[in-house]
Nanobody
Framework: QEQLVESGGGLVQAGGSLRLSCAASGRTFGTLAMGWFRQTPGKEREFVAAISRSGSITYFADSVKGRFTISRDNSKNTMYLQMNSLKPEDTALYYC????????????????WGQGTEVTVSS
């Protein structure tokens, strides 16, 4: 069983940056593909970024491509989301997720989820 805990959210002005972290507590982190999703009230959870087990392959939603970077440190059981040039439309609750397979963009195919960290971007 993998437990995931997000951190790093907060309030930032448009154009600013934040770095989210996702710490995993299990012993299988290196065998899991990881992803970031976000959700706003009344909307479905939206794919943001994903990273393969080794970190060699990454994938981004078009809405964040060129602004966000995803990375992981398997020695620290931690994944990161560096968010630059933030926009008010990036405001959401951000979740990290893990799956025992290759990276993917479909939330229903992820096995483990964190509780989320709030990101608010003011205009």
């Amino acid at each position: 069983q993998e437990q995931l805990v997000e951190s790093g959210g907060g309030l930032v002005q448009a154009g600013g940056s934040l770095r989210l972290s996702c710490a995993a507590s299990g012993r299988t982190f290196g065998t899991l593909a990881m992803g970031w999703f976000r959700q706003t009230p009344g909307k479905e959870r939206e794919f943001v970024a994903a990273i393969s087990r080794s970190g060699s392959i990454t994938y981004f939603a078009d809405s964040v491509k060129g602004r966000f970077t995803i990375s992981r440190d398997n020695s620290k059981n931690t994944m990161y989301l560096q968010m630059n040039s933030l926009k008010p439309e990036d405001t959401a609750l951000y979740y990290c997720a893990a799956r025992s397979s290759v990276l993917g963009i479909t939330s229903s195919r992820y096995d483990y989820w964190g509780q989320g960290t709030e990101v608010t971007v003011s205009s």
